[in-house]
């Protein structure tokens, strides 16, 4: 079984700023080379079903388009789990998800229905709630950061491999917008 997620990966210079942008952060402060814009989470899947999927991403056809990083944002409520970097509202963005989940769908991968939010995660409370105040005060500090617009010329197909100190990811395919 593989862990597999289709995603972004930022430009270089994107990711120095989201470095900047994590300085002080609280929590587990992704490390620069996980920072990603997650397309869709496939889950823990068998090779074969893998393999269907990368099929079905390399038919994707869909013109490449401009990103807007724009403000930082919590989930979780009010014992805040996630802070991530947030995504300028981007149709472009919009239909490549839709087209993504679609073609995982068509290989018989099941994925959430939840509705798709984009986002950067910056770094992971695992406190729940415990560093609520430090992460609400960090997010407010940081309304203003904008990064960006960057062309977004590719998507990757990575493997997620868990371990204590952190997940690693590696890319096993890319895909041009073209
Ligand atoms: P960890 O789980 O150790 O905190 P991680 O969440 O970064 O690390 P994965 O769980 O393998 O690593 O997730 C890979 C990517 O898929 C991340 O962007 C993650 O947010 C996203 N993801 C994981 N699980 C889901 C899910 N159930 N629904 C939507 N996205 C998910
Ligand atoms: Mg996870």
Redesign the pocket.
């Given at each position: 079984m593989i862990?597999a997620?289709v995603a972004i990966r930022p430009p270089g210079e994107v990711i120095d700023r989201l470095v900047g942008l994590q300085a002080g952060a609280p929590g587990r402060v992704s490390p620069p080379e996980n920072l990603?814009l997650?397309l869709a989470?496939l889950g823990e899947i068998p090779t074969r079903l893998l393999e269907d999927a990368d099929a079905a991403l390399g038919q994707i056809k869909a013109p490449g388009f401009a990103l807007t990083l724009d403000g930082v944002g919590l989930f979780g409520g009010s014992k805040p789990r996630l802070i991530y970097a947030d995504v300028a509202p981007c149709p472009a963005l919009t239909a490549l998800q839709a087209k993504v989940a679609q073609a995982a769908r068509g290989a018989g991968i099941e994925l959430?229905a939840r509705r798709y939010s984009p986002h950067i995660?910056l770094a992971?409370l695992d406190k729940r709630g415990a560093d609520r105040k430090r992460a609400e005060r960090f997010a407010a500090d940081r309304a203003a950061f904008l990064a960006g617009p960057f062309e977004v010329t590719e998507f990757g197909l990575y493997r997620?491999t868990?371990h204590a100190h952190?997940?690693v990811y590696d890319r096993l395919k890319a895909y041009a917008l073209t």
């Open positions: 862990r997620f990603h997650t989470f959430e995660t992971r997620s868990l952190g997940p």
